[in-house]
Nanobody, 120 residues
Framework: QVQLDESGGGLVQAGGSLRLSCAASGRIFRRNAMGWFRQAPGKERDIVAAVNWSGGRTYYADSVKGRFTISRDNAQNKVYLQMNNLKPEDTAVYYC?????????????WGQGTQVTVSS
């Protein structure tokens, strides 16, 4: 079982940047694709980005393409989400989790999430 701890959220003005980090524990981390999801109030949790186990393949939701970059450091068991040119509609709680990369579905453990608030 992978345990996850997200950090890096905060309040930022539109056009600003944030870098989210996800620290994972558990020996199976390096074999799992990982992803970032977000959930805004009253909405479902949706996938934002995913990266395969090696870091060689990535996926981005259309709404964040060209603005967000997902990466991972298997040596440190961490996954990152660099978010640039943030928009108010990016406001949500962001979570990382293991991902079925072909189905783009999360599975296993979820962290507590980190709040991102973008003001206009």
């Amino acid at each position: 079982q992978v345990q996850l701890d997200e950090s890096g959220g905060g309040l930022v003005q539109a056009g600003g940047s944030l870098r989210l980090s996800c620290a994972a524990s558990g020996r199976i981390f390096r074999r799992n694709a990982m992803g970032w999801f977000r959930q805004a109030p009253g909405k479902e949790r949706d996938i934002v980005a995913a990266v395969n186990w090696s870091g060689g393949r990535t996926y981005y939701a259309d709404s964040v393409k060209g603005r967000f970059t997902i990466s991972r450091d298997n040596a440190q068991n961490k996954v990152y989400l660099q978010m640039n040119n943030l928009k108010p509609e990016d406001t949500a709680v962001y979570y990382c989790t293991s991902v079925d990369f072909e189905r783009l579905q999360g599975f296993g453990s979820w962290g507590q999430g980190t709040q991102v608030t973008v003001s206009s």
